[in-house]
């Protein structure tokens, strides 16, 4: 198979993470050729995400995501730092400066769309208990 690591749990996080971008393409309405695109609203999404949740949450929501989108959602993170608090606007503010392309329909529809792909890779226990951890204002934008 072309594009193979060779290592089966490489390739297999590689076609979970494909997929998973193909996913919020397909929600968004993004062709393929917009990846770059697809791969910016998951990482602020994720990253406005963890931020707002306290380490015990972000840590049982990550060991659900594939193993390379679990390394991206712990970039840059700061667990001294956390939780910090996001009202609903401040949280959809935090994605949109980390998304340096044009929103259409806004910045809620385009979370929304990426947490809705995310959705595939998680319980809905887990998901729900990601909605219990934050105040209701912000807990609307998750699906």
Known sequence: M????GYH??????????RLLKE??????????RRNQSYAALRGVLHA???????????????QLPMLVRGLYFEGWC???VPMKLSRDE???????????????G???????VLRALKLYGTEGEW???????????ATVVP
């Open 91 to 105: 949280f959809l503010d935090r994605v949109r400066r980390e998304f340096p392309y044009e929103v259409r329909g």
């Open 49 to 63: 995400l963890r931020d707002r949740l306290t380490v015990e949450e972000s840590a049982q929501l990550s060991a």
């Open 79 to 81: 667990p001294g730092e």
């Open 2 to 5: 072309a594009g193979t690591t």
């Open 128 to 138: 729900e208990d990601v909605k219990a951890s934050m105040p209701k204002e912000l």
């Open 24 to 33: 919020i393409e397909q929600e968004y309405g993004w062709p393929k050729e």
């Open 107 to 113: 910045t809620q529809d385009l979370v929304s769309a």
């Open 9 to 18: 749990s490489f390739d297999t996080t590689v076609d979970k993470t494909n």
